[in-house]
């Protein structure tokens, strides 16, 4: 018998008119021959009535007791659900996330799922018996048998691992939208539905801000090749799919089902050259110009990075494949004279670099990762030229003749296998599938660091150290000399602005080793990018986004890609308005959308 894992939100159960509904809507489930496990939210806005109680006791509660106030919410809305059923004549029953055996790490309101002990629960299906699950919560495995929660998006969490460990048919994440939207639909009225997704791009939009999955989930549904829809809880619409290539085995063992291995593959590239323009004008309209013409020679773009300005001028540095490099260099050389710069000094060209990249759904949320990549390159004297990232891959330009060593100590601290260059995808999908817009971050640069093998690894363990995670890092291409002759770059990077304060005194604490020339901290940014599997290989992405943008009179302040994604930061003041833009370039409000990979 088929079993099918459905997950409803707060709202789906916000009160017992609809509860009742949804129990309705679970017997339907079960009348078409299917075991159901219901995993459940808290009801409405309970967590936060919850989390005020303890704001009027206590202006600091420890974690612990947070987790044992808070596991409460669920705990009603799986009672009344199972009620509600036995109501219907469905057989039902209520289990608490410890219940059920949901055996998480020891770390109180933000814990990772371990295992799952499934007995308990195959013996009541086996009774006929719906499992109402509560969601968000588990248990440590000692001794002690400590409640814990998950944090946030831990309902979602908690549905894809149980249908993981049961070896669930599919998980169903029932909401009170009617599925996955190409943008936010509050600020873009003509957003549409998409029809289906992968995992990467829900990956990179969930961490965007598209609440509607949290990126926990899609991540152990992409580890483990779970089918996963997003649908509404009022309609029998099916709703969008989130599409998933198994990265472990089929029926691989399921124990340490939020801590299996945080990056899959290293990724390598050494048929890739780079272009540099130094001190271009720091103005709207400059990246359009210079990638429009790159795209209209039909030459693909790999890496785009840009750095933060100095005064009004700023460096753009991208790769293309080596058979493209004379083309490329040939139009940097002439966009860099239409701006009266003299190409013999300012366009700088390099065929002799290799990008490592190392990718890995589960890379996001954990600071660590990126910290260990640039520490292990550094171990082996292994500069880094450039640097850019997004949520699930980490990429560094270093020398080429240092290629072999670093797939070497990656391969040996990561304990993954290696992965050639990235061919054309099969699969047609769209160029673009969604826009984001994330209003709730803040810049950091630190400049003038030394341009020497492990810097970024002191930078960026730093953070680490103090648990601050961080969104987009860009290394600046230009090197200049300080006062006391070293050789120098920027490094800058965007991170959630709530830890913006936490992060630039983690790097104070460097400034003795580092020697750099100062911490700057932007707070009123905002940042765009559009995400789709079909970017690879298909020239003139980035020059349509940044066109849109030019036009507008919208200045790029920093660029930063990966192979299915474009992420540029803008004026906060000029969010909305670029989201709108970047939409509309895209024919994304269209419900046929004109930018299918060919």
């Not at 990467?200 to 899609?218: F, Q």
Request: with cysteine.
């Amino acid at each position: 018998m088929e079993l099918v894992v459905q997950k409803y939100g707060g709202t789906s159960v916000g009160d017992t008119e609809r509860i009742k509904a949804v129990a309705q809507r679970i017997q339907k489930t079960v009348r078409t021959g299917r075991q159901v496990v219901v995993v459940v939210s808290a009801m409405g806005k309970s967590t936060d009535r919850l989390v005020s109680l303890a704001q009027d006791i206590s202006a600091n509660p420890s974690r612990r007791e947070m987790d044992m106030l808070l596991s409460t919410g669920e705990q009603v809305s799986i009672a009344l659900l199972s009620m509600a059923l036995q109501e219907l004549g469905q057989a039902a029953i209520s289990l608490t996330g410890a219940q059920v055996g949901i055996v998480t790490e020891a770390a109180h309101s933000h814990a990772r799922i371990l295992e799952i002990k499934t007995e308990r629960i195959q013996k009541h299906l086996e009774r006929g018996e719906v499992v109402v699950v509560a969601g968000f919560q588990g248990i440590t495995a000692s001794s002690e048998l400590e409640f814990t929660t998950l944090g946030r998006g831990g309902s979602d969490t908690s549905a894809v691992a149980l249908a993981v460990a049961l070896q669930a048919a599919r998980c169903e994440i029932c909401t009170d939208v009617p599925g996955i939207l190409t943008t936010d639909p509050r600020l873009v009225p003509d957003a549409q539905l998409m029809a289906e997704v992968t995992a990467d791009e829900m990956l990179e939009l969930a961490s965007l801000g598209a609440k509607v999955l949290h990126p926990r989930a899609v991540e152990i549904a992409r580890n483990f090749g779970m089918p996963l829809t997003v649908c509404s809880s009022w309609t029998n619409d099916p709703g969008p799919a989130v599409v998933s290539l198994p990265t472990q085995e089929a029926g691989a063992q399921t124990a340490a089902l939020e801590l299996s291995k945080a990056v899959d593959a290293i990724e390598f590239d050494d048929l890739q050259a780079k272009v540099a323009l130094l001190r271009i004008p720091d103005q709207p309209g400059v990246a359009s110009q210079l990638f429009g013409t790159i795209a209209e020679q039909n030459v693909d773009v790999d890496l785009i990075v840009q750095s933060i300005h100095q005064g009004n001028l700023n460096d753009i540095a991208f790769s293309v494949a080596k058979s493209d490099i004379l083309r490329a260099h040939a139009i940097a050389e002439g966009f860099c004279a239409r701006f009266g710069g003299n190409p013999a000094e300012e366009v700088e060209v390099d065929e002799r670099i290799a990008i490592v990249a190392i990718a890995g759904a589960g890379i996001i949320g954990r600071p660590g990762i990126a910290a260990q990549m640039f520490t292990t390159l550094g171990d082996a004297d292994i500069n880094i030229k450039m640097i850019s990232t997004s949520e699930v891959k980490v990429s560094c330009v270093i020398d080429q003749h240092d290629l072999d060593k670093a797939l070497k100590v990656l391969a040996e601290t990561f304990a993954t296998p290696l992965k050639s260059p990235l061919a054309n995808p099969e699969a047609k999908f769209p160029a673009v599938r969604g826009a984001a817009l994330d209003r709730e971050q803040a810049r950091i640069a630190i400049t003038e660091v030394s341009d020497e093998a492990g810097v970024a690894a002191k930078v960026f363990g730093a953070l680490a150290q103090n648990n601050i995670s961080v969104d987009t890092i860009i290394q600046s291409q230009r090197c200049r000399r300080s006062d006391d002759g070293r050789l120098t770059r920027d490094i800058a990077f965007t991170l959630a602005r709530s830890n913006a304060n936490a992060a630039s005194a983690a790097i104070e604490t460097l400034q003795s080793r580092l020697q750099f020339k100062e911490i700057q901290v932007d707070s009123q940014i905002a940042k765009v990018s559009v995400v789709g599997a079909g970017m690879l290989g298909q020239p003139g992405v980035a020059a349509k986004l940044f066109k849109a943008f030019s036009e507008a009179k919208i200045n790029i302040q920093m660029i930063a890609t990966s192979d299915i994604r474009v992420s540029c930061i803008v004026a906060e003041t000029d969010g909305a308005e670029a989201l709108k833009l970047a939409h509309a370039a895209f024919a994304l409000g269209s419900s046929t959308p004109e930018n299918i990979a060919t």
